[in-house]
């Protein structure tokens, strides 16, 4: 594991509830390193911290990391499933679908 991956990994598992659901990923292209976090839902909260200053210092301490090691390091929070901006998955409608409208259909606009 390198020291980039290794350190969020550490930093991470001291500030969540559920150490055991973090899981860092790690990949390199022209950009640089990214490294992509996933947490538990339960402590999304916690890593993003208040109008995202956790994540903030996060990303600016694996800067000076990266900086020490001549890389460029990124990192890029998933969303949880089941988290407060996740979607449900919708099922699509099909087009044989017929809605009622016999309510509005006598209405004289």
Not at 4 to 9: H, M, N, P, R, T
Not at 26 to 40: A, K, Q
Not at 56 to 68: E, Y
Request: aromatic share 2%; proline share 4%; no cysteine.
């Amino acid at each position: 594991m390198n020291q980039d991956q290794a350190f969020l990994e550490f930093v991470v598992k001291g500030i969540v509830g559920k150490p055991e659901a973090v899981k860092v990923a790690r990949g390199v292209d022209e950009r640089g390193v990214l490294l992509t976090l996933d947490v538990d839902v339960s402590d999304i909260g916690y890593v993003i911290g208040r109008q995202g200053q956790t994540a903030h210092a996060i990303r600016t301490l694996l800067r000076i990391v990266g900086a020490k090691n001549n890389a460029r390091v990124n990192l890029k929070i998933n969303e949880p499933i089941g988290g407060k901006h996740s979607r449900p998955m919708m099922a699509p409608t099909a087009a044989s679908d017929v809605v009622d409208t016999s309510a509005v259909d006598d209405l004289n606009i």
